[in-house]
C-alpha cells in the first residue's frame, strides 16, 4: 500500500506537467499549457488529468488498473532502457559513462518485462489500443495542428 501511494501521488505530481510541457512545445494543443495566474499551476491540465483518472476509477477494477498501470510502464521505460544502449552504441560509450557499462540498461529493461507478467489478455488489448489511439492522435496533431498554428503565423 506505500509503495502504491507514493507511485500514485509521484503520477499525479507528473502527469499533469507532461501534459503542459506537450502544449508548450505544440506537440498538443496550446491549451493544455494555460497557467492559472493565481497558483502558477496547469490548472487545463491538471483538470484533464483529474477527469481521465475518475472515469479510469469509476470504470475499472482495481485488477485491470494495476494490469494498465504495469503496461503504461513498460511503455514509457523499456525505451528509455533502450535508448541508452543506442547512445552508447551511436555516440561512443563515453557519451554516456554508467558502472558496468549496458548490464544496467539490460537489467531494467528485464525489470520491465517483468512488470507484465499476470497481465490479462483483455488488458493487453486495451493497453495497446489506447497506445496507438494515443499516437494517431498525437501524429494527426502534429501534421494537422502544427499547419494550422504556422498558417496563423
Known amino acids: 500500500m506505500i509503495s ?29 499549457a494555460r497557467i492559472n495566474p493565481r497558483f502558477g499551476t496547469p490548472s487545463v491540465a491538471i483538470l484533464v488529468t483529474a477527469m481521465a483518472c475518475a472515469g479510469l476509477a469509476a470504470f475499472a477494477d482495481f485488477d485491470r488498473l494495476s494490469d494498465l498501470n504495469n503496461a503504461a510502464v513498460f511503455a514509457q521505460y523499456v525505451p528509455t532502457c533502450l535508448a541508452v544502449l543506442v547512445l552508447r552504441r551511436t555516440r561512443g560509450p563515453s557519451a554516456l559513462t554508467l558502472p558496468l557499462g549496458p548490464t544496467i540498461p539490460l537489467l531494467a529493461t528485464a525489470g520491465c518485462i517483468l512488470f507484465l507478467n499476470g497481465i490479462k489478455r483483455d488488458d493487453v488489448i486495451f493497453s495497446l489500443g489506447t497506445l496507438a489511439v494515443g499516437l494517431a492522435l498525437h501524429a494527426a496533431f502534429r501534421a494537422f495542428g502544427r499547419r494550422a498554428v504556422l498558417e496563423t503565423d
Open 4 to 32: 502504491a501511494f507514493g507511485y500514485l501521488t509521484a503520477v499525479a505530481l507528473v502527469t499533469p506537467r507532461y501534459l503542459s510541457s506537450l502544449g508548450e512545445n505544440g506537440e498538443l494543443p496550446a491549451i493544455f
